[in-house]
Protein backbone atom coordinates (compact mmCIF):
# COMPACT_ATOMS: atom_id res chain seq x y z
CA UNK A 1 0.00 0.00 0.00
CA UNK A 2 1.42 3.64 -0.63
CA UNK A 3 0.92 5.73 1.92
CA UNK A 4 1.63 8.89 -0.26
CA UNK A 5 -1.90 11.29 -0.57
CA UNK A 6 -3.79 11.11 -3.84
CA UNK A 7 -4.50 13.72 -6.29
CA UNK A 8 -6.72 13.87 -9.05
CA UNK A 9 -6.75 16.36 -11.85
CA UNK A 10 -8.49 16.38 -15.33
CA UNK A 11 -7.37 17.41 -18.76
CA UNK A 12 -9.40 19.22 -21.38
CA UNK A 13 -8.62 17.16 -24.71
CA UNK A 14 -8.02 20.31 -26.38
CA UNK A 15 -5.51 19.64 -28.90
CA UNK A 16 -1.74 20.97 -28.17
CA UNK A 17 -1.09 22.42 -24.99
CA UNK A 18 0.31 26.32 -24.95
CA UNK A 19 2.61 27.82 -22.32
CA UNK A 20 -0.52 28.97 -20.39
CA UNK A 21 -1.33 25.53 -19.60
CA UNK A 22 2.22 24.94 -18.97
CA UNK A 23 3.28 27.25 -16.36
CA UNK A 24 -0.43 27.52 -15.18
CA UNK A 25 -0.98 23.87 -14.62
CA UNK A 26 1.30 21.11 -15.45
CA UNK A 27 4.74 22.17 -14.36
CA UNK A 28 2.97 22.40 -11.21
CA UNK A 29 1.48 18.33 -11.73
CA UNK A 30 5.16 17.59 -12.10
CA UNK A 31 5.87 19.32 -8.99
CA UNK A 32 3.70 17.54 -7.34
CA UNK A 33 4.25 14.09 -8.83
CA UNK A 34 6.97 13.75 -6.21
CA UNK A 35 4.96 13.92 -3.17
CA UNK A 36 1.22 12.49 -4.39
CA UNK A 37 0.02 9.45 -6.25
CA UNK A 38 -1.05 11.52 -9.16
CA UNK A 39 -4.14 10.34 -11.60
CA UNK A 40 -4.20 12.68 -14.51
CA UNK A 41 -7.69 12.17 -17.09
CA UNK A 42 -8.12 13.22 -20.41
CA UNK A 43 -12.11 14.07 -20.00
CA UNK A 44 -13.47 13.45 -23.45
CA UNK A 45 -16.42 12.56 -22.19
CA UNK A 46 -16.65 16.27 -20.54
CA UNK A 47 -15.44 17.71 -24.55
CA UNK A 48 -18.75 16.38 -25.59
CA UNK A 49 -21.01 18.31 -23.19
CA UNK A 50 -20.64 20.78 -25.74
CA UNK A 51 -20.99 21.52 -29.79
CA UNK A 52 -17.89 19.30 -31.53
CA UNK A 53 -17.41 17.55 -34.35
CA UNK A 54 -16.66 14.20 -34.08
CA UNK A 55 -14.31 13.38 -36.76
CA UNK A 56 -11.63 16.11 -35.22
CA UNK A 57 -12.24 14.58 -31.50
CA UNK A 58 -10.04 11.53 -31.36
CA UNK A 59 -7.11 14.16 -32.63
CA UNK A 60 -7.51 16.36 -29.88
CA UNK A 61 -7.71 13.77 -27.52
CA UNK A 62 -4.03 12.59 -28.87
CA UNK A 63 -2.89 15.91 -29.20
CA UNK A 64 -3.62 16.49 -25.61
CA UNK A 65 -1.90 12.74 -24.43
CA UNK A 66 1.26 13.37 -26.26
CA UNK A 67 1.58 17.34 -25.17
CA UNK A 68 1.10 16.94 -21.70
CA UNK A 69 3.31 13.48 -21.57
CA UNK A 70 6.04 15.65 -23.32
CA UNK A 71 5.60 18.15 -20.68
CA UNK A 72 6.45 15.86 -17.77
CA UNK A 73 3.30 13.49 -17.16
CA UNK A 74 5.57 10.57 -17.75
CA UNK A 75 3.26 7.34 -17.53
CA UNK A 76 6.15 5.69 -15.64
CA UNK A 77 5.55 8.35 -12.51
CA UNK A 78 1.85 8.94 -12.41
CA UNK A 79 -1.29 7.35 -14.24
CA UNK A 80 -2.57 9.21 -17.00
CA UNK A 81 -5.68 7.86 -18.94
CA UNK A 82 -8.79 8.95 -21.70
CA UNK A 83 -11.56 8.93 -19.06
CA UNK A 84 -13.68 7.30 -21.77
CA UNK A 85 -11.56 4.16 -20.79
CA UNK A 86 -12.64 3.72 -17.64
CA UNK A 87 -16.36 3.47 -17.87
CA UNK A 88 -16.76 3.03 -14.20
CA UNK A 89 -16.98 7.13 -13.99
CA UNK A 90 -20.36 6.75 -16.26
CA UNK A 91 -21.50 4.56 -13.87
CA UNK A 92 -20.93 6.47 -10.76
CA UNK A 93 -22.14 9.66 -12.33
CA UNK A 94 -25.32 7.61 -12.82
CA UNK A 95 -25.40 6.77 -9.30
CA UNK A 96 -24.61 10.26 -7.85
CA UNK A 97 -27.20 11.71 -10.57
CA UNK A 98 -29.68 10.29 -8.13
CA UNK A 99 -28.44 12.13 -4.92
CA UNK A 100 -28.15 15.90 -6.48
CA UNK A 101 -30.77 18.37 -6.15
CA UNK A 102 -31.57 19.46 -9.64
CA UNK A 103 -31.56 23.20 -8.60
CA UNK A 104 -27.83 23.65 -7.59
CA UNK A 105 -27.11 22.42 -11.17
CA UNK A 106 -28.65 25.21 -12.46
CA UNK A 107 -26.65 27.52 -10.53
CA UNK A 108 -22.99 26.91 -11.77
CA UNK A 109 -21.10 29.89 -13.04
CA UNK A 110 -19.59 27.25 -16.04
CA UNK A 111 -23.04 25.77 -16.57
CA UNK A 112 -24.39 29.51 -17.05
CA UNK A 113 -21.42 30.82 -19.46
CA UNK A 114 -21.25 27.63 -21.73
CA UNK A 115 -25.24 27.37 -21.84
CA UNK A 116 -25.46 31.30 -23.04
CA UNK A 117 -22.64 30.06 -25.60
CA UNK A 118 -24.65 26.89 -26.80
CA UNK A 119 -28.43 28.28 -27.14
CA UNK A 120 -29.98 25.60 -29.73
CA UNK A 121 -27.76 23.09 -27.66
CA UNK A 122 -28.35 22.95 -23.80
CA UNK A 123 -28.11 19.04 -23.03
CA UNK A 124 -28.94 17.49 -19.81
CA UNK A 125 -25.09 16.23 -20.31
CA UNK A 126 -23.81 20.01 -19.84
CA UNK A 127 -26.32 20.66 -17.02
CA UNK A 128 -24.85 17.10 -15.30
CA UNK A 129 -20.79 18.09 -16.17
CA UNK A 130 -20.24 19.05 -12.48
CA UNK A 131 -21.46 15.33 -11.08
CA UNK A 132 -19.20 13.55 -14.05
CA UNK A 133 -16.10 15.99 -12.48
CA UNK A 134 -17.47 14.96 -9.28
CA UNK A 135 -17.72 11.07 -10.41
CA UNK A 136 -14.33 11.50 -11.68
CA UNK A 137 -12.93 12.68 -8.31
CA UNK A 138 -15.14 10.52 -6.08
CA UNK A 139 -13.79 7.17 -7.75
CA UNK A 140 -10.51 7.32 -6.58
CA UNK A 141 -11.37 8.57 -3.68
CA UNK A 142 -8.52 11.12 -3.99
CA UNK A 143 -7.22 13.62 -0.94
CA UNK A 144 -6.77 16.83 -3.11
CA UNK A 145 -7.60 18.00 -6.59
CA UNK A 146 -4.71 20.88 -8.01
CA UNK A 147 -7.03 22.89 -10.01
CA UNK A 148 -7.27 26.52 -11.36
CA UNK A 149 -9.38 29.61 -9.16
CA UNK A 150 -11.96 28.38 -12.05
CA UNK A 151 -12.49 25.05 -10.97
CA UNK A 152 -13.45 26.01 -6.84
CA UNK A 153 -16.73 26.19 -7.43
CA UNK A 154 -17.55 22.47 -9.06
CA UNK A 155 -14.42 21.47 -6.13
CA UNK A 156 -17.01 23.06 -3.65
CA UNK A 157 -19.73 20.82 -5.14
CA UNK A 158 -17.91 17.69 -5.56
CA UNK A 159 -17.61 17.54 -1.31
CA UNK A 160 -21.52 18.59 -1.40
CA UNK A 161 -21.78 15.44 -3.18
CA UNK A 162 -19.56 13.36 -1.15
CA UNK A 163 -21.60 14.45 1.92
CA UNK A 164 -24.92 14.17 0.40
CA UNK A 165 -24.04 10.45 -0.47
CA UNK A 166 -21.96 9.88 2.60
CA UNK A 167 -24.92 11.40 4.56
CA UNK A 168 -27.47 9.39 2.93
CA UNK A 169 -25.83 5.84 2.81
CA UNK A 170 -22.79 6.17 5.06
CA UNK A 171 -19.44 7.49 5.54
CA UNK A 172 -17.53 6.49 2.32
CA UNK A 173 -16.16 9.18 0.33
CA UNK A 174 -13.31 11.35 1.60
CA UNK A 175 -13.99 15.20 0.93
CA UNK A 176 -11.38 16.01 -2.04
CA UNK A 177 -9.37 19.63 -1.02
CA UNK A 178 -8.94 22.04 -3.52
CA UNK A 179 -5.30 22.75 -4.04
CA UNK A 180 -5.00 25.91 -5.73
CA UNK A 181 -2.10 25.60 -7.63
CA UNK A 182 0.99 28.20 -7.25
CA UNK A 183 0.76 28.08 -11.04
CA UNK A 184 1.26 31.24 -13.49
CA UNK A 185 -1.97 33.09 -14.99
CA UNK A 186 -0.28 33.47 -18.19
CA UNK A 187 -1.45 36.90 -20.43
CA UNK A 188 -1.74 36.61 -24.03
CA UNK A 189 0.53 37.70 -27.17
CA UNK A 190 -1.97 40.62 -27.24
CA UNK A 191 -1.63 41.41 -23.61
CA UNK A 192 -5.26 42.36 -23.29
CA UNK A 193 -6.75 38.48 -22.14
CA UNK A 194 -5.25 35.50 -20.72
CA UNK A 195 -3.77 32.90 -23.07
CA UNK A 196 -6.20 30.90 -25.07
CA UNK A 197 -6.41 29.09 -28.47
CA UNK A 198 -9.66 30.47 -28.75
CA UNK A 199 -8.13 33.71 -28.38
CA UNK A 200 -5.41 32.77 -31.21
CA UNK A 201 -2.46 34.69 -28.99
CA UNK A 202 -0.89 31.77 -27.48
CA UNK A 203 2.60 30.31 -27.80
CA UNK A 204 2.25 26.51 -28.09
CA UNK A 205 5.12 24.05 -26.18
CA UNK A 206 5.67 22.33 -29.16
CA UNK A 207 5.91 24.75 -31.81
CA UNK A 208 9.29 25.61 -33.75
CA UNK A 209 11.55 28.10 -32.24
CA UNK A 210 11.63 29.97 -35.44
CA UNK A 211 7.61 29.80 -35.00
CA UNK A 212 7.74 31.50 -31.57
CA UNK A 213 10.23 33.96 -32.60
CA UNK A 214 8.17 35.29 -35.05
CA UNK A 215 5.06 35.84 -32.76
CA UNK A 216 7.14 37.32 -30.30
CA UNK A 217 9.49 39.41 -32.62
CA UNK A 218 6.45 41.68 -33.27
CA UNK A 219 4.57 41.63 -29.45
CA UNK A 220 3.26 44.34 -27.58
CA UNK A 221 5.62 45.72 -25.24
CA UNK A 222 5.75 49.03 -22.69
CA UNK A 223 4.17 51.55 -24.68
CA UNK A 224 6.25 55.00 -23.38
CA UNK A 225 8.75 52.96 -25.21
CA UNK A 226 8.08 54.81 -28.72
CA UNK A 227 12.16 54.70 -29.57
CA UNK A 228 14.92 53.05 -28.22
CA UNK A 229 16.02 55.70 -26.24
CA UNK A 230 12.64 56.45 -24.77
CA UNK A 231 13.40 54.36 -20.73
CA UNK A 232 9.94 52.34 -19.81
CA UNK A 233 8.67 49.88 -17.09
CA UNK A 234 8.99 46.13 -17.00
CA UNK A 235 5.84 46.27 -15.03
CA UNK A 236 3.22 47.76 -17.42
CA UNK A 237 5.26 45.38 -20.36
CA UNK A 238 3.76 41.44 -21.17
CA UNK A 239 6.79 40.39 -22.33
CA UNK A 240 8.29 41.37 -19.17
CA UNK A 241 5.51 39.20 -17.68
CA UNK A 242 6.51 36.22 -19.50
CA UNK A 243 10.59 36.55 -18.62
CA UNK A 244 9.64 36.30 -14.97
CA UNK A 245 8.23 32.42 -15.88
CA UNK A 246 11.97 31.93 -17.56
CA UNK A 247 14.64 34.22 -16.87
CA UNK A 248 16.84 33.40 -13.84
CA UNK A 249 16.90 36.46 -10.82
CA UNK A 250 20.37 37.88 -11.38
CA UNK A 251 19.16 38.16 -15.71
CA UNK A 252 15.92 40.10 -14.50
CA UNK A 253 17.30 42.58 -12.26
CA UNK A 254 19.66 43.31 -15.66
CA UNK A 255 16.55 43.83 -17.46
CA UNK A 256 14.88 46.06 -15.20
CA UNK A 257 17.57 48.32 -15.09
CA UNK A 258 18.21 48.13 -18.70
CA UNK A 259 14.42 48.94 -19.85
CA UNK A 260 14.46 51.83 -16.95
CA UNK A 261 17.31 53.50 -18.28
CA UNK A 262 16.87 52.55 -21.54
CA UNK A 263 19.84 50.88 -21.92
CA UNK A 264 18.42 47.56 -24.07
CA UNK A 265 15.69 47.68 -27.06
CA UNK A 266 12.59 45.87 -26.54
CA UNK A 267 14.15 43.57 -29.64
CA UNK A 268 17.06 42.67 -27.02
CA UNK A 269 14.85 41.78 -24.41
CA UNK A 270 13.10 39.75 -26.71
CA UNK A 271 15.77 38.18 -27.60
CA UNK A 272 16.96 37.25 -24.21
CA UNK A 273 13.11 35.72 -23.77
CA UNK A 274 13.30 33.94 -26.48
CA UNK A 275 16.56 31.92 -25.57
CA UNK A 276 15.10 31.04 -21.75
CA UNK A 277 11.97 30.10 -23.01
CA UNK A 278 13.60 27.91 -25.53
CA UNK A 279 15.67 25.64 -22.81
CA UNK A 280 12.70 25.07 -21.23
CA UNK A 281 10.80 24.16 -24.29
CA UNK A 282 13.45 22.72 -26.66
CA UNK A 283 13.41 19.28 -24.45
CA UNK A 284 9.51 18.85 -24.24
CA UNK A 285 9.58 19.69 -28.31
CA UNK A 286 11.98 16.60 -28.44
CA UNK A 287 10.19 14.80 -26.10
CA UNK A 288 6.66 15.33 -28.01
CA UNK A 289 8.57 14.29 -31.28
CA UNK A 290 9.98 10.87 -29.73
CA UNK A 291 6.56 10.09 -28.84
CA UNK A 292 5.16 10.71 -32.13
CA UNK A 293 7.55 8.34 -33.70
CA UNK A 294 6.20 5.78 -31.67
CA UNK A 295 2.52 5.60 -31.43
CA UNK A 296 2.42 2.45 -29.92
CA UNK A 297 4.33 3.06 -26.93
CA UNK A 298 1.79 6.02 -26.29
CA UNK A 299 -1.06 3.92 -26.52
CA UNK A 300 0.13 1.32 -24.65
CA UNK A 301 1.30 4.05 -21.75
CA UNK A 302 -2.64 5.09 -21.99
CA UNK A 303 -3.84 1.46 -21.71
CA UNK A 304 -1.93 0.61 -18.98
CA UNK A 305 -2.85 4.10 -17.25
CA UNK A 306 -6.41 2.96 -17.95
CA UNK A 307 -6.15 -0.01 -16.67
CA UNK A 308 -4.37 0.53 -13.42
CA UNK A 309 -7.24 3.00 -13.09
CA UNK A 310 -10.07 0.60 -13.90
CA UNK A 311 -8.99 -1.27 -11.07
CA UNK A 312 -9.33 1.39 -8.07
CA UNK A 313 -12.15 2.57 -9.97
CA UNK A 314 -14.41 -1.03 -10.07
CA UNK A 315 -13.51 -1.05 -6.47
CA UNK A 316 -15.30 2.09 -5.16
CA UNK A 317 -17.81 1.55 -7.67
CA UNK A 318 -18.61 -1.53 -6.44
CA UNK A 319 -19.04 -0.82 -2.70
CA UNK A 320 -21.35 2.17 -3.34
CA UNK A 321 -23.65 0.47 -5.00
CA UNK A 322 -23.46 -2.15 -2.45
CA UNK A 323 -24.44 0.56 0.24
CA UNK A 324 -27.30 1.86 -2.45
CA UNK A 325 -29.08 -1.16 -2.10
CA UNK A 326 -28.06 -2.57 -5.19
CA UNK A 327 -27.74 -6.01 -6.03
N1 LIG B 1 -13.90 20.91 -15.43
C1 LIG B 1 -12.46 20.88 -15.53
C2 LIG B 1 -12.01 22.07 -16.40
O1 LIG B 1 -12.81 22.70 -17.05
C3 LIG B 1 -11.95 19.61 -16.13
C4 LIG B 1 -12.20 18.42 -15.25
C5 LIG B 1 -13.02 17.36 -15.52
C6 LIG B 1 -11.60 18.18 -13.99
N2 LIG B 1 -12.95 16.47 -14.51
C7 LIG B 1 -12.11 16.92 -13.58
C8 LIG B 1 -10.69 18.89 -13.19
C9 LIG B 1 -11.72 16.40 -12.34
C10 LIG B 1 -10.32 18.35 -11.98
C11 LIG B 1 -10.83 17.11 -11.54
O2 LIG B 1 -10.84 22.36 -16.43
FE1 LIG C 1 9.33 45.11 -22.12
FE2 LIG C 1 11.82 44.33 -22.23
FE3 LIG C 1 10.93 46.30 -23.81
FE4 LIG C 1 11.20 46.72 -21.23
S1 LIG C 1 12.85 46.26 -22.66
S2 LIG C 1 9.44 47.30 -22.46
S3 LIG C 1 10.67 44.72 -20.38
S4 LIG C 1 10.33 44.16 -23.87
Known sequence: MSPRKRILSGIQPSGTIHIGNYFGAVENWVRLMADYDCFFTIVDLHAITVTYDPKLLPQRVWDAALDNMAAGLDPARCTIFIQSHVPEHAELCWLLNCVTPLGELGRMTQFKEKSEREREN???????????????????????????????????????????????????????????????????????????????????????????????????????????????????????????????????????????????????CKKILHRNLMKVLDPIRERRRDLALHPDRVREALDEGARKARAVARETLDGAKKLMGLL
Not at 122 to 134: E, K, M, R, S
Not at 170 to 181: H, K, M, Q, S, V
Open 122 to 268: VTAGLLNYPILQAADILIYKADAVPVGEDQAQHLEFTREVARRFNGRFGDYFPEPATLIGRGARVMGLDGDSKMSKSMDNFIGVTEEPDAIWEKLRPAKTDEARKRRTDPGSPDKCNIFGYHKLVTPEGELREIVAGCTGASIGCID
